[in-house]
């Protein structure tokens, strides 16, 4: 017969307590850590609303067409009264903050720091460090009233990801989420209608979340069209659910 008991050491015979206490000395270092980002973008975010999170590849160069167009978008919503909120860093993000850089509205960037790719742009007029990501993905919601999502990659479609996570929960508020480039996402939203919606892991109601437009003009009547009826103030239940993000 098999017999079953390991050899296993019970809890407290895994470390020593001097180890242990080394431990928990770091977890809580590092748990002040988490609770400082937060502090910051609160203290720094708070009045730069309405606001809007642009998303793209930081692997798009200057002088493409979907560069241009990012900072043509960034810039119109900077004139329209948007503070505009990006990574912080190249690609995408560098025209997003470059184009509200050169309007009145502010150019925010939430830069994370990685061990290869990231590196600030130098068009930010409020800029944060993250060093977890996690904490940047709740400003980049929190204080945003639209995203805009560019072509990219991992990255970006974790943004999409989350924003329609939220907003298909009703866990976080109900805003505006513009995909720009037909062509770029056709096949993921094709995918979606007919793998997703076709087998029940979302509601074809759930496809309404999404926008997709060509051009800057479009983008900005998008979000300005949502917000026709109900303004750009949330109500007490928005941000109540903000709030606990």
Do not use: C
Not at 30 to 43: D, K, N, P, Q, R
Not at 86 to 95: L, N, R, T, V, Y
Not at 224 to 245: I, M, N, P, Q, T
């Amino acid at each position: 017969m098999l017999d079953r008991k390991k050899n296993i050491p019970g809890l407290r015979g895994v470390t020593m307590p001097e180890r242990a206490t080394h431990q928990k000395a770091r977890e809580s270092w590092h748990l002040w850590g988490i609770i400082s980002e937060f502090v910051e973008s609160a203290e720094r975010l708070s009045e730069i609303r309405p606001a809007v999170s642009i998303f793209g590849s930081a692997r798009i160069k200057a002088g493409t067409p979907v560069y241009a167009l990012a900072e043509e978008i960034a810039h119109k919503l900077s004139v329209a009264g948007f503070s505009v909120i990006s990574g912080g860093g190249p690609g995408i993000m560098e025209a997003a903050n470059k184009g509200a850089h050169a309007g009145p509205s502010p150019s925010i960037g939430l830069n994370i720091e990685l061990p290869f790719e990231q590196s600030g742009n130098p068009y930010q007029d409020i800029s944060l460090r993250f060093r977890h990501f996690f904490a940047r993905k709740v400003a980049f919601v929190k204080y945003a009233a639209a995203y805009v999502v560019m072509p990219g990659g991992f990255g970006t479609l974790d943004e999409l990801s989350e924003a329609l996570t939220l907003m298909q929960t009703g866990t976080g508020r109900r805003m505006p989420v513009v995909l720009v480039g037909s062509s770029f996402w056709q096949g993921l939203l094709r995918w979606m209608e007919d793998t997703l919606v076709a087998n029940g892991m979302i509601a074809a109601e759930d496809m309404k979340l999404m926008t997709v437009v060509d051009d800057s003009e479009a983008v900005v009547n998008a979000i300005f069209d949502f917000y026709e009826a109900k303004g750009f103030d949330a109500s007490a239940a928005e941000r109540e659910r903000v709030l606990y993000l």
